[in-house]
């Protein structure tokens, strides 16, 4: 069975990037969907970026297109998403997750397997 754990959050001034890590033990990630997924206080969880098992496709939430960068690295079992120009309303638990099965969105029904969570604030 597969465990993630995610690393690399923290306290980013607004503007300033975090690199979040989710690494995987168990299983090898090689033949997952992976998504990263984000909950801010008082709201629903919601998909922020996911990626096929081949890397060839991603999507990526409209709020985040052209800040943030999903991708992965079989030869470590790990999974990353890159943070840059980060804004207060990117604060959230962030949490990594991965489908044995093909993924066509942001969609937290299609993941299987998820993270604990890691706290990313963006503030002053």
């Known amino acids: 069975q597969l465990h993630l754990v995610e690393s690399g959050g923290g306290l980013v001034q607004p503007g300033g990037s975090l690199r979040l890590s989710c690494a995987a033990s168990g299983s090898t990630l090689d033949y997952y969907a992976i998504g990263w997924f984000r909950q801010a206080p008082g709201k629903e969880r919601e998909g922020v970026s996911c990626m096929s098992s081949s890397g060839d496709s991603r999507n990526y939430a409209d709020s985040v297109k052209g800040r943030f960068t999903i991708s992965r690295d079989n030869a470590k079992n790990t999974m990353y998403l890159q943070m840059n120009t980060l804004k207060p309303e990117d604060t959230a638990v962030y949490y990594c997750?991965?489908?044995?099965?093909?993924?066509?969105?942001?969609?937290?029904?299609?993941?299987?397997?998820w993270g604990q969570g890691t706290q990313v604030t963006v503030s002053s």
């Open positions: 997750a991965a489908s044995h099965f093909p993924v066509t969105g942001l969609s937290e029904a299609d993941f299987g397997s």
